[in-house]
């Protein structure tokens, strides 16, 4: 009986099951009226509870060196671990203000879980990491350059629209957002409607960003863009290499061996 019981939390199906179901009800407690619906924060906690007593198991089956040197399992046990402070609502009554609450918060990460059952999901990720060191470097050279022309449009902008360029933060995030090309039009157009006509800031103005979008948006982003997916996509460049070499070798020896019965 207790052998079955603990079969439960070795079946890998029952665990999917739970980690859906679970992410519904987190899903379902999003919407006003049911975050705080006595019957959903039970559930809650038994998900919790059940979630626990999966690692307790599986420890007590393999060890725990056995256990944390696999590194989805290590994902889970942080999962894990830290949606367990939101238990303390059974026992001490937690008010909104209290710092507590995000412990509450924490609990919605479990629907990270899930991610270990979607296919070549390790694929996938050892792609992106590939893809960050790649373009690590790219990206330090755009926060510079976006750091830079935040501190000139500072200077140059804060009269015009302080309430984009009032500061180098301010000046940060809205270079930035010129940079994704999202309505970046309204922010010259902002400053130009505050300048004076007669003077020389809206001509400045026009050319500083049009110069902004091409260097920052355009060509910069592009080659961000261009790197991360390459490395992305570069396991399958080398699965498709290694066939056109194992091809070639194939194509070698037919001929080494034709030339050898011709003569």
């Known amino acids: 009986m ?6 439960i939390f ?9 980690i859906l179901l679970n992410s519904i009800l987190l899903f379902s407690m999003g919407f006003e009226g049911l975050h705080e619906n006595d019957f959903f924060v039970l559930l809650d906690h038994l998900f919790t509870l059940f979630f626990i007593f999966e690692v307790l198991v599986k420890t007590g089956m393999y060890g725990w060196k056995k256990y944390i040197s696999n ?58 990491v590939r893809a960050f060191r790649a373009s690590v470097f790219v990206f ?11 501190v000139l449009s500072s200077y140059l902008f804060r009269d015009e629209a302080p309430e984009l360029f009032a500061n180098p933060v301010l000046s940060l995030y809205s270079i930035f957002q010129v940079f994704t090309l999202e309505g970046w039009n309204e922010i010259p157009a902002t400053v130009i409607a505050n300048s004076d006509p007669g003077s020389w800031k ?27 997916v390459d490395e992305m996509v570069m396991d399958n460049n080398e699965e498709l290499e290694s066939k056109v070499d194992k091809l070639n070798e194939k194509i070698d020896r037919l001929l080494e061996e034709r030339g050898r019965s011709e003569s």
Do not use: C, H
């Open 10 to 18: 070795l079946n890998e199906w029952i665990i999917l099951v739970a």
């Open 202 to 228: 809206p001509a400045l103005t026009r050319i500083f960003f049009v110069f902004v979008v091409l260097t920052g948006g355009i060509f910069g982003m592009s080659i961000v863009n261009a790197i991360f």
């Open 140 to 150: 330090v050279a755009i926060l510079i350059y976006n750091i830079l022309l935040a």
């Open 2 to 7: 207790i052998s079955r019981i603990l079969s």
């Open 71 to 128: 590194s989805w399992n290590k994902f889970d046990f942080i999962l894990v671990a830290i949606s367990i402070p939101s238990l303390f609502e059974l026992l001490v009554d937690i008010p909104d203000i209290s710092y507590l609450l995000v412990f509450r918060l924490l609990r919605v990460l479990r629907i990270l879980r899930f991610m270990r059952f979607i296919p070549n999901i390790s694929q996938m990720i050892a792609g992106i």
